[in-house]
């Protein structure tokens, strides 16, 4: 551990946040590896060891021969300000090494308002802030992640990203990398041959032109590199690499339990869920092989929980067989089970009785909208007796705590659907005094609101965030309809949502207001202790940004959006059709029901998706040839 760290580590909160030394984590001779990988969570260390990615990408490139993956996760505003006083550049937790002396970096982004945090730990690291500053001896900065699918509010940061799932294209590029290290190639020639990997993309081989009325012109690749890239995939979830034997975390953290993926996808199609999209096709594992791992990781961690994670559980068709496997086990050793995502629709006696038998005492579901109209307009899926159904199973097996989770500024959303939610939450009450069955404990209904946030490879992509005044009007609205006592509503302030509404559908011109905004001190903006909105704002009149250009500007089919070189594969025209389809609260089922050829079964399969939903020649051209 290096002298300096020593001095600072006791006054700081949480030193075990930057010790490394758990259990199960790898450690490696220097002298057997080729490739040292930097592996950097743009949040804190509870955040970032909480994230299953993370723990299944170190796995897999710790099991290459010759590759060191360590992990760095970004400091605590006292840890920081020490580092800086100490002049103690940023280190990776396995071997204590500055990760500027790293061959590649790599951050995963999971949720916009970390941007800032990858400019500061790039800062702290010493590592040349923008791409064109850093020579062939500097690390190769990589992302990859959910806001990977836009990432151009980093192309001036990000040297490369890995788009879809790690687990193979991770490999591929490490290799390549190893490659052009034996054979002496430049750091241009490396990013030209990554550009050539499926999944792979390098913004500084794009060249983006713009109009006069601030909308994209064109976006043109570099000779021989490809014009769309595409995410990748895995296509077999039983076979590919799952951490029975993860790190243990020696300091609490957010979700300290094991976590088991019981499929990949979501087959409901909500069309303001980013996941829903970006996530598909629907890929389960089997519940074999799931009680398996997870009774191997319990017993190898000694964790007393265990929870069920995918976008939406309870959709997992052998779920019951799943639990049952699983309870023989946890049940005698006290082992709490847990399983979230759970959908309104398909909550069941049988499972209530199931996770009862965990010691679950409170439900969550997320009825999004008030009204039967807007639930429909946003595919949702779900219908009132749905939901007061489900609500009686929890009551009737003995829960009395029920959390409901809604939007507000949903496209076509009126009043009357704000005034809907009040109108549903109190209806989950009247279910309550009817069937609960232990009404002496009484009840707590808690509804949440979020403020809508249009996301790129969504049907509401094109979409206008509601303004932020219009925003607390409805919550003042929505407030004053609940007055019931047993009905708790908690609402998001909408600062936070606008500028993840800018960013997410941003394009690389904010690279100089994100950049403005880290020099103003702007650093862990997803913690309500250190956003500041007026930073924000002063840093995009410093860059000349209009922030709402980009948030709360409607866009037509015809605009070229910043995302258009990429693909999730579904295709645009599919997300257009879902768009006119919400005007219209018009439902699209589930994909068990009917495949409605989105396209992004053609990552699996080309003839059966092509035969349900034909594509156009023009369509075919725009969508995988030219941008």
């Given amino acids: 551990m290096d002298a300096r760290l020593e001095r600072i580590l006791f006054r700081v909160q949480k030193p075990a946040r930057y010790t ?62 020490e580092m800086r006083k100490a002049d103690l550049p940023l280190w990776a937790l396995e071997s204590g090494d500055p990760i500027r002396d790293f061959d590649m970096i790599g951050f995963s982004l999971g949720y916009e308002m970390a941007y800032t945090n990858v400019l500061n730990m790039l800062d702290l690291a010493e590592v040349p802030l923008h791409t064109w500053e850093r020579g062939d001896d500097d690390p190769i900065v990589m992302a990859g992640g959910t806001c990977a699918y836009n990432g151009e509010p980093l192309a001036d940061f990000i040297d490369l990203f890995s788009l ?29 041959r990554a550009a050539q990997i499926p999944g792979l993309y390098v913004p500084s081989l794009y060249n983006i032109t713009y109009h006069e009325d601030g909308t994209l012109a064109s976006i043109t690749p570099e000779k021989g590199v490809p014009p769309v890239v595409t995410k990748r995939i895995v296509q077999n979830l039983d076979t590919a690499y799952y951490p029975v034997k993860t790190i243990i ?11 088991l993926e019981v499929f990949r996808g979501c087959i409901r199609g909500c069309r303001f869920c980013q996941a829903g999209y970006c996530y598909r096709p629907v890929r389960p594992k089997s519940p074999e092989v799931l009680i398996e791992q997870g009774i191997a990781s319990c017993k190898d961690s000694g964790y007393q929980e265990m929870t069920l994670s995918s976008l939406s559980t309870s959709d997992y068709r052998p779920l019951a067989e799943l639990c049952d496997g699983l309870l023989d086990y946890c049940e005698p050793r006290n082992i709490n089970l ?172 904010l690279g100089k207001a994100l950049e403005a905004v880290w020099r103003r001190g702007g650093r862990l903006d997803a913690w309500s202790e250190y956003f500041s909105f007026e930073r ?56 068990r029901k009917q495949c409605t050829g989105c396209g992004a079964d053609r990552l699996l399969c080309d003839r059966k998706c092509d035969a349900l939903y034909p594509i156009s020649a023009r369509e075919r051209h725009a969508t995988e040839g030219e941008v």
Avoid at 46 to 53: A, Q, T, V
């Fill in 20 to 81: 490394g030394g758990e259990y199960n984590a790898v450690i490696k001779d220097k002298a057997q590896v080729d490739l040292r990988f930097a592996f950097c969570f743009p949040d804190t260390y509870e955040i970032g060891m909480s994230n299953l990615g993370v723990r299944i990408l170190y796995g897999v490139m710790n099991g290459m021969d010759g590759v060191w993956c360590e992990r760095c996760f970004a400091p605590w505003g006292d840890m920081e300000a």
């Fill in 164 to 192: 879809g799932e790690g687990e193979d294209v991770t490999v591929e590029m490490l290799e390549l990398y190893r490659e052009v290290r034996r054979t002496g190639w430049s750091r241009r020639e490396f990013l030209r």
């Fill in 249 to 259: 975390p020696s300091t609490e953290i957010v979700h300290d339990r094991v976590m």
């Fill in 338 to 509: 847990s399983v979230p995502s759970l959908r309104a629709d398909n909550f069941s006696m049988a499972l209530e009785q199931r996770l009862q038998k965990a010691r679950k005492s409170s439900f969550t579901f997320a009825p999004e909208a008030g009204t039967q109209r807007l639930r429909d307009t946003i595919n949702k899926n779900v219908r009132e007796e749905d939901l007061l159904r489900s609500c009686r199973t929890v009551f009737e097996g003995g829960g009395n705590a029920v959390k409901l989770y809604f939007m507000l500024g949903l496209p076509t959303e009126t009043d009357e659907d704000v005034v809907g939610i009040a109108d549903l939450a109190q209806k989950v009450y009247m279910v309550w005094k009817q069937y609960g069955s232990n009404r002496a404990r009484g009840v707590r209904i808690t509804v949440s609101t979020a403020f809508f946030v249009p996301k790129p490879f969504t049907p509401f992509q094109w979409e206008a965030q509601i303004s932020m005044e219009e925003y607390r009007r409805r919550v003042a609205l929505l407030r004053r309809s609940i007055t019931n006592k047993s009905i708790i509503y908690n609402w998001h302030d909408p600062d936070v949502s606008y500028i993840e509404a800018v960013l997410a559908r941003g394009d690389r011109r």
């Fill in 536 to 591: 924000w704002m002063d840093a995009f009149r410093e860059a000349g940004v209009d922030p709402d250009f980009y948030a709360c500007r409607e866009r037509p089919y015809e605009e070229l959006l910043p995302w258009s070189m990429i693909s999730v594969g579904v295709r645009p025209q599919y997300l257009w059709r879902e768009r006119q389809q919400a005007y219209r609260s018009v439902i699209t089922p589930d994909c």
